[in-house]
């Protein structure tokens, strides 16, 4: 059996799941997208080729086997987009609870029934309908859940919107000890640049106190502020709407000193290594271009 547990972002990871990008399905019509940043490489003619993700997922695999990390991987659906496993399901302390995620979506989340198999059916836990809620928008802080959100009246309209206040509800429901702070998300349907699709599009924990931030991807400027205060400015290393845009807060921490990154955030890669991190640096430049990045392609399970 899995003993499941995650407190945080960044104690050493013992076993996750990370996505595949094995049949992936041909590249979605324009209207098929579920994000402004794969609609614009789909209209550019940009948009990913499979050997190119299967290869960058395979150098992120390696990372995880190099450090001792169990790694399990969902079936693979036939024509299936099956490369964001954070989206189907995330893990809070003892508990996984099942995404309520955007309907066609559903058989992502049947990929992965033969790792639930390892976990005790009642630390399963499957949010009623009006639950809107994806793991990218879900980060376990020590004694805190940080949720990213859009309360906004046209929720309904935005695609790009996957958590509802329905969903902090749930959360803070189902674990009445944590501090839950949620945060209000900048979203677009047109504009890569002026979208978080989820808290961490904009927002990361690093090492045990310091926090990547972008100013740019919260709704509120007291919620950033509140973020800043407690890392401490001296903590944070802040990001520009462009670097938000190409992901640079979706990194992945396998331990308190070690993390992934993508090989093209220098600037992120230099700051990271003066502050005395082990960066892993692997190609997932081709990932990126569907909204979605390291964070992204992990469903983390069991971290010291």
Known sequence: MLQLNIRDETSRLKAVVLGTAQSSGP????????????LEHILAGTYPAEPDMIKEMTAFKNVFIKHGVQVFRPEVIENCNQIFSRDIAFVIENKLIKANILPNREEEFEAILHVLEYIAPENILYPPEKVHIEGGDVMPWDDYVFIGTYTGHDYPDYITARTNWEGVEYITEMFPHKKIKSFELRKSLSDPKRNALHLDCCFQPVGRDKAIL???????????????????????FDITTDEMYMMCSNVFSISPKVVVTEKNFSRLNNWLREQGFTVEEIPYAEVSKQGGLLRCSTLPLVRE
């Open 214 to 236: 972008c100013k740019e991807g919260f709704l509120i400027e007291e919620e950033y502020n509140w973020l800043v205060d407690y890392f401490g400015k001296q903590n944070i």
């Open 27 to 38: 590249v979605p019509k324009p209207e098929e997208a579920y994000d402004p940043k794969s």
